[in-house]
């Protein structure tokens, strides 16, 4: 029998029998659209996908991807601007599609296995809608609408903020809400709080994933904010996505670079120096610098089991370092150079809920690098944190769902109430 969640007082209640608001319907499983990127050649955007769904679907919910996938995203957008700023977002529009081409033409086998990986595990089969009006129009019947995680609040250079992906657009769900969504950063340029405050009033619940993001979103809506894990953290078990057929060195250094490969290189040298092994490294699309260590071939699956496999991970990247967590891997947090330094402020944040804040370096900081590859990790700590942001995240998606329930009835008992007048 199916258990259900509500809120009583701000708290959420474990039942041992169905909600009582609903006690003379049978439970239908409720239809969930999901709005992220999930169909981005990032492995990371990739999992967090997977693990949403997967998580939902356990809870026998009919959960599935809205079929929007915008190509702004993957391939920028031009513009006809003489400006500084509009020559900046041609030049990354013509970065993006020339990595693209790059990408089908020497990682196709990759690119095959991603592909392979979103059909099998994140149940795509809808043809892409490639704009706001073909998702309205495509009239997707969703009880629940879940926008995030990952960055979908984070404007794009090409494009700004997409209403999309705050679930503001035409639609006959019942409740909108957003899981652990992201800005990239602990803030907005000005230019943006007048139409994000627009976006953000237009959800029944909203959780972002960052602390800083959270308060900041505060401050424009003014209204509290929750802060949830990414959801990655939903799921306590992988092991069905694991190969180790294509493990490329048992307790190799797993390097997973993300924007740049600043001080990498020396890094992944002196760090296999001390403890005796070699490199291997994930595929990154975007990858602007020279390859480090022996790439690990294929897709999704086989980057998270050499991962799983390794002695010790060197990244720059959120989710390499949620899976190190997840995995129990030793590892070794870089922050961004420069101008990016501030993307990193989701990985301080995800460090510092799991007691980890001083495994985070600077690239030429390879003495103290050293020092953490040899310096154990108390786990048990760790992963005492794990558990209870993994329970946050269910609780804050069960009551929302109950809530979405709750409408359902209070409409069906609207109606009956109508056929007998």
Known sequence: ???????????????????????????????IGLLTFHFSENWGAVFQAYALRAWLRSCGEDAEFASYHPRYVEEGKFTASPSVDGMKRNAKSAFLQFARLRSSLF????????????????GLSNTPLRSKALLEDAECD?????????QIWNPSQQFGLDPVYFCNYRSSARRRISYAASFGSSSLPPEFHAELKEHLTALDAISVREEAGAEFAQTIIGQPVQCMPDPTF??????????????????????????????????????AKTLGTSVVSGFNPLRRWKQIGTPVPGGPCAWLSNLKASKLVLTNSFHATV???LFNRPFVAVRLPGTKAKLSNRLENLLDSVGLSSRMIEANQVERARELALEPIEWSTVNEAVSAMRLKGQAYLRENIVACSAMSVASMDEGMAHERA
């Not at 199916?2 to 609903?22: D, G, M, W, Y």
């Not at 294509?246 to 001080?263: D, H, K, M, N, P």
């Open 1 to 31: 029998m199916r258990h259900f969640f509500f809120a009583e007082n701000q708290r959420i209640v474990p039942l041992s029998k169905p909600c009582p608001t609903i006690p003379k319907y049978s439970y239908k499983p409720m239809k």
């Open 107 to 122: 990682n196709k086998d990759s690119l095959d296995d991603l592909e392979g990986f979103r059909v099998k595990h994140l």
């Open 142 to 150: 969703f009880d629940l609408l879940i926008c995030g995680s990952d």
């Open 234 to 271: 939903l799921l306590d078990n992988y092991n069905d996505l694991l190969d180790t057929n294509s493990v490329v060195q048992e307790g190799a250094i797993f390097a997973y670079v993300l924007r740049s490969g600043t001080g990498f290189p020396k890094l992944s040298q002196e760090l």
């Open 323 to 325: 899976f190190s967590i």
